[in-house]
């Protein structure tokens, strides 16, 4: 197949039930997320030895600790973007309402393994919308995707493709979901772990590799007026990476009848979980077995009886590889609809001002990288975080005094970004309590004078209780799983 394409590349993430501790299979709900890039790393350095041995030759290295970072850069989106604001931040407060009915005529409903036929033409729908019958109350069955005017696919109210089946309902109403995520410094409480998978499946052994006990540490967004597209790099702290083997015995060939496979070659290391790719470049898991006979699936751990593939040749027995999703093993695919800096506004001091030229915000949480213990092979035993850092720096038209006269008296100010596609999907990033460095604007030539300065946020009496507040509106209810 040649070599791995950054274009073919995918990212999985996934909260932790504790930090180093993964959820239980079927509490597991795995988001693709689009990327810009990633840039996350296991190293474990090779340390000179100091041995003297009567001889100018160095004696073998040792192993250092291990240590996982780097960095994630992503779209500045409506949905995605919510999930590392709650790895930077915490968990979010959040609350919804819906629009109003939406439907055309007084369609049916059928639904089956997730796909929903309505008997009456809608035109009006959209994705995310709320479909409500006497089954489904309201918000609990969303469209996820739709293929036609009466056909879409559905899932729950937080995305995932669990839904019973239903025949001939009448159809209530379809709303569209608005719902409201605020996002505040909690002064005590831990910030989530998450774990991320790395696949490069395009390669003729697909490598999966899993970062675990991954923590957010930083966050840098630069809004600027030539109009670059709005990206978030986030920098991430964590403990361990695995990355999947492959554990094919020979190679012969396989068979799969009625869900059953036969392996012309005892695969005497395969385990279930297991999944084998063959030359084709389909994959099946292994659901049990042993040896030479196997039963197998297309999801991990559910046999599909009605799955037969003719003679094919195994290209590898892949182990550790995907990220076990639950039982349907099928992520959510997080729709990249990103936010663009010609929606974009500012305030200064609570006025709407239009002197900013660029501003570039930065997030941080003081992470302490070096707990290590003995006895811990190596492994980080926990991530904890410091106080929180928030600031950055901005480009402004010299046009008066109001900022300068701020930044020389030294008083408080605030400071909002605010990016509004639409009354229901913005983004606000609300600074209460700033203040600004001193400076002068400098003259480097016969051009417009600038101001560039660096300003702080803080926490010190504002109602918010929070040196920054991001309030994310969307139609999305995700953030809590």
């Not at 968990?91 to 629009?99: L, R």
């Not at 926490?459 to 920054?468: F, G, I, K």
Request: net charge negative.
């Amino acid at each position: 197949m040649g070599q791995a394409k950054g274009s073919a590349s995918t990212v999985l993430f996934d909260w932790e039930s504790s930090f180093k501790t993964q959820k239980a299979s079927a509490s597991r709900y795995p988001k693709s997320i689009g990327f810009a890039n990633f840039d996350v790393n296991k190293s474990v350095p090779l340390n000179q030895s100091s041995i003297i041995r009567g001889n100018r030759n160095p004696a073998a290295p040792y192993e250092g600790n291990t240590s996982v970072e780097g960095t994630i850069t992503v779209a500045l989106d409506y949905k995605g973007i919510g999930l590392f604001l709650k790895a930077l931040v915490g968990e979010p407060s959040s609350s919804s309402s819906s629009g109003a009915d939406i439907k055309a005529g007084s369609p049916e409903i059928d639904i089956v393994d997730g796909v929903a036929t309505l008997t009456v033409v809608q035109t009006a729908w959209t994705v995310g919308d709320i479909i409500e019958t006497t089954t489904y109350a309201t918000g609990t069955l969303y469209i996820y995707s739709i293929t036609s005017t009466t056909v879409c696919t559905v899932r729950d109210a937080v995305g995932k493709d669990n839904i019973a089946d239903i025949a001939c309902e009448t159809v209530d109403s379809i709303k569209t979901p608005t719902f409201t995520h605020t996002f505040k410094i909690d002064a005590t409480a831990d910030l989530d772990s998450f774990v991320c998978e790395l696949a490069n499946a395009d390669i003729d052994i697909p490598l999966y590799r899993l970062y675990q006990g991954l923590k957010a540490n930083s966050c840098s967004i630069n809004f600027n007026a030539s109009g670059d597209e709005l990206l978030a790099t986030i920098n991430v702290m964590g403990s361990n990476m695995t990355q999947s083997d492959d554990v094919l015995t020979g190679a012969g060939t396989v068979a799969i009848v009625c869900g059953v496979a036969t392996f012309s070659v005892s695969q005497v290391d395969a385990l279930v979980g297991d999944f084998v790719v063959t030359a084709d470049g389909s994959h099946y898991f292994l659901v049990a077995g042993s040896d030479t006979s196997w039963d197998m699936g297309t999801v991990r751990a559910v046999k599909d009886e009605d799955l037969n593939v003719s003679s094919n040749t195994p290209t590898a027995l892949i182990r550790n590889g995907r990220y076990d999703g639950g039982a349907t093993d099928t992520p959510y695919v997080l729709p990249t609809n990103r936010f663009e800096m010609k929606d974009a506004s500012m305030k200064f001091g609570g006025s709407t001002s239009s002197v900013f030229n660029a501003f570039t915000l930065e997030l941080g949480n003081a992470i302490d990288p070096d707990s290590y213990t003995i006895g811990g092979g190596g492994i980080r035993r926990y991530l904890p975080e410091g106080i929180a850092g928030v600031g950055g720096n901005f480009d402004a038209l010299f046009e008066d005094v109001t900022i300068t006269d701020v930044a020389d008296a030294g008083s408080e100010t605030s400071l909002q970004v605010d990016i509004e596609f639409s009354a229901t999907r913005k983004i606000t990033f609300d600074f209460a309590e700033v203040r600004v460095q001193e400076s002068s604007a400098s003259v480097s030539g016969p051009q417009g004078l600038r101001l560039n300065l660096d300003w702080q946020g803080y926490y010190s009496d504002h109602a918010d209780a929070s040196a920054v507040k991001v309030t994310l509106i969307n139609d999305s209810p995700l953030y809590t799983v």
